[in-house]
């Protein structure tokens, strides 16, 4: 019997553990965390590939310093050669000494020889290097704003998934509520016809609207089971893992903002904009390097080594000195690399001008999104109240006799209709409010 009663306990705990094993997929999820998961190194693929792109851009600067420094080589080589002098042109005449003659080989070899060496450079002075070398810093510094930008980037992104997620959750709860009014105006109209006082199509009626709302239910839940799957797409996590929004659609008021301080805000704190003004420097300076490439350049070059027929009989040997570059002429290369240059630097100066006019239009058209949402709400929330007192009414005459079931379903109608508009009046409000915070640059600050 005792171990009998040790093998169900043991089962029990198995089936317990089985039971749970579906949890482990299981994540709630706020929508703070939910954009700390989506910007993390290893979250959306926006992000990595940002990353990605400034270390790209540290390489490019790191070559870029490269010809500022000593570039030091070494060599070991180890020959065995023959050599033909007068391929060189050395000839040796010898005069015929007392009837005897002497011929100089023209041939001379084969011999060995080996060179053991080490040779360096640096340069002095060269402005054109030197001011590639700040472009490419500048280079960095956009790339690194990229990052930032792509970041504030998704944060909007999630965000407009987690507000699409808890307003399809809104949109669940709402069809259930109406599934709940539905029962009860057929529950009340049943009691009616028993109490001799309805009739049966009345019923009918009520199990139409009965139907009709739990048709919506399903259609409801899709849609947030989709919302799920796209948020946490924009999350870059595994389909398979089942969240549970732990914000729910509500109404926060905002603080007032004018025009001038948005776009205030907005031309300091947004990312892309610096990144973009980044890239307009990098641009000028590199347009100024291409028009050193006319200055004189200066640099210091030396080697030291032994050479011999081997290590026993090798002998030391050096050469150093500098060389004094004076650039004459090139084929038209050089202008042609500054009229390029030129070129790009004004691209990018449209490019920031262009930016700049978008970041304001889309301040002012978030700015009215904004203070039209905020009336929806308002108007969303009277006519709630109104509808419900509407039903209320509805049912109380219906119940009297004095009205029949159809003021009640319309009643009923109207009500649902409410519903659906405040939960998209919130929703736009929400949605309003990101826009704004993404035009200001501050999605990550707020969901803080």
Do not use: W
């Not at 960095?140 to 399809?168: C, H, P, T």
């Not at 007192?389 to 029949?404: D, S």
């Not at 929703?427 to 640059?441: F, K, P, S, T, V």
Request: overall charge neutral; glycine content about 6%; hydrophobic content about 40%.
């Amino acid at each position: 019997m005792r171990y009998f009663c040790c093998l169900l306990l043991l089962l029990s705990s198995f089936k317990t553990a089985s039971a749970e094993e579906p949890g482990k997929n299981h994540l709630a999820l706020s929508l703070k965390r939910a954009v700390e998961l989506a910007i993390s190194p290893k979250g959306n693929a926006q992000i990595q590939l940002a990353g990605e792109a400034l270390k790209q851009a540290s390489s490019r600067s790191a070559q870029a310093r490269a010809a500022l420094l000593p570039n030091v080589d070494s060599s070991l080589s180890y020959r065995n050669q023959t050599l033909n002098l007068r391929a060189n042109g050395l000839r040796f005449d010898i005069p015929t000494i007392q009837g005897f003659s002497f011929a100089f080989p023209a041939l001379v070899g084969p011999f060995n020889v080996m060179d053991a060496r080490i040779s360096g450079s640096q340069s002095i002075f060269d402005f054109s290097s030197i001011r590639r070398f700040q472009s490419s810093r500048e280079g960095v510094s956009a790339a690194k704003s990229d990052l930032s930008a792509s970041e504030e980037q998704v944060a909007a992104q999630v965000a407009r998934a987690y507000l699409s997620a808890i307003r399809a959750e809104a949109d669940v709860e709402t069809a259930q509520a109406n599934i709940r009014l539905s029962q009860a105006v057929l529950t009340q109209a049943e009691n009616q016809k028993k109490a001799g006082a309805g009739t049966g199509i009345e019923i009918t009626r009520a199990r139409v609207q009965l139907a009709n709302d739990r048709q919506r239910l399903l259609v409801a839940e899709n849609a947030r089971h989709s919302a799920h799957l796209r948020l946490l797409r924009v999350m870059d996590m595994g389909l398979d893992v089942e969240i549970e929004l732990t914000d729910k659609l509500g109404y926060v008021p905002t603080d007032a903002v004018t025009l001038e301080k948005a776009r205030e805000q907005a031309m300091a704190s947004r990312q892309d904009l610096k990144a973009q003004q980044e890239r307009e420097n990098s641009a000028r300076i590199s347009s100024s390097a291409t028009k050193m490439e006319r200055l004189p350049s200066l640099a210091a070059f030396g080697d030291y080594g032994d050479v011999g027929a081997g290590l026993s009989n090798a002998l030391p040997t050096r050469t150093y000195g500098i060389t004094l570059r004076i650039p004459i002429y090139d084929g038209g290369r050089r202008d042609a690399r500054r009229a390029e240059a030129g070129s790009q630097y004004r691209s990018e100066k449209v490019r920031t001008g262009d930016l700049k006019e978008q970041i304001e239009l889309e301040v002012r058209i978030a700015l009215d999104s904004l203070r039209s949402a905020e009336e929806q709400v308002k108007v969303a929330r009277d006519g709630l109240e109104l509808s419900e007192n509407e039903l209320t009414q509805a049912q109380r005459r219906y119940e009297a006799g004095v009205a029949n079931s159809l003021e009640v379903t319309d009643a009923q109608a109207r009500l649902e209709r409410a519903r659906d508009n405040q939960t998209e009046a919130l929703y736009n409000y929400n949605l309003a409010r990101i826009d704004l915070e993404q035009a200001m640059g501050k999605v990550r600050i707020s969901v803080q």
